[in-house]
């Protein structure tokens, strides 16, 4: 169906407050014609009010809980396998201007050349003959011909048949997205797509994960399973395409995400490290998170190259 041209948010009557609700209400529908986002942008320009009203109605739009979203049938936890139900998906807008995802190239240590490490990025995909996998910021992985280990850190494996990797004393054989974390006492799986197989370490027992369904096991215990909301897999998603999900969360504990991975740190003062924020923002500009905190927490800023300051 197309578009009606004619029809556009910044109307001559309306106040910068209805203007930005109905930009956003449009943004929600879809991807912006290129005569849409020339008339987006110069409406931005025309007063910094626009841009600050802009923000404020992204932030309300996100805690409001209006995204459109798909949502599939949710799979048992544990089953043998069956067909896979769809994935749960949702569109997501940041509450600052959206940036496309700066990928790191992990750096390879070893005489081997196959253990991948990163600093404060995600990696760009790490492609295997049987998918990719995508490092977490800090995280460390042995890449071999037949199958790869996760070393420390979290990944994202896109995986398909013949895809083998191991984690602690677990060997995963994923077809679909898959998030792994390890630690030196445990290991988290989160089937976001497709099954994922997985056994001990020298055992014949295969157990299977559908889409929905996370495993973690700490040490020599029982493992644990259970089922994810679909929010829940999406907030886990986040840092895998870019993007930082805050449901309610205190800004001091948000901030400590962005400077895991930003060269640029946020600092918090005392005063409003407990205040919460909701939204989705882009995971690699924090200059746009703080302009939109200032903005709807009512905040100062001051900016230097190393810091953005928020009081």
Not at 118 to 145: E, R
Not at 169 to 184: M, T, V
Request: net charge positive.
């Amino acid at each position: 169906m197309r578009r009606d041209a004619r029809v556009s948010p910044t109307l001559a009557s309306a106040s910068p407050e209805e203007a930005a609700a109905g930009w956003t209400a449009r943004l929600d529908k879809g991807p912006l014609s290129a005569s849409e986002q020339q008339a987006l942008q110069h409406w931005l320009d025309q007063d910094r009010r626009h841009k600050g009203a802009f923000l404020r109605a992204k932030a309300i739009w996100q805690a409001s809980g209006r995204l459109a979203a798909l949502h599939g049938p949710t799979a048992p936890p544990v089953a043998h396998p069956t067909p896979v139900p769809a994935l749960p998906r949702r569109r997501f807008f940041a509450a600052a201007a959206a940036a496309a995802l700066l990928l790191a190239t992990p750096k390879r240590q070893g005489k081997a050349n196959s253990l991948y490490a990163t600093a404060n990025a995600v990696s760009a995909p790490l492609h295997t003959a049987f998918g990719t996998i995508t490092l977490d910021c800090y995280s460390k992985l042995k890449m071999g011909l037949q199958s790869s280990r996760l070393v420390t850190g979290r990944c994202c494996v896109l995986g398909r048949t013949g895809m083998i990797v191991k984690a602690g004393n677990l060997i995963f054989a994923p077809q679909g997205r898959l998030l792994l974390s390890c630690s030196p006492t445990q290991v988290t799986a989160t089937s976001i797509s497709g099954t994922v197989h997985l056994r001990r370490h020298h055992s014949d027992e295969w157990w299977t994960l559908n889409a929905g369904a996370q495993i973690s096991l700490t040490e020599d215990l029982p493992p644990e399973v259970r089922s994810l909301l679909p929010e829940e897999m999406e907030a886990q998603n986040a840092w895998s395409i870019g993007r930082l999900e805050a449901r309610d969360e205190s800004m001091a504990s948000i901030a400590g995400t962005f400077n895991r991975y930003n060269q640029r740190q946020i600092r918090v003062s005392p005063a409003l490290a407990n205040r919460k924020l909701t939204g989705v923002f882009s995971l690699n500009q924090p200059e746009d998170f703080a302009l939109a905190a200032q903005t709807i927490l009512g905040a100062r800023l001051t900016q230097t190259p190393q810091t953005l300051m928020l009081y």
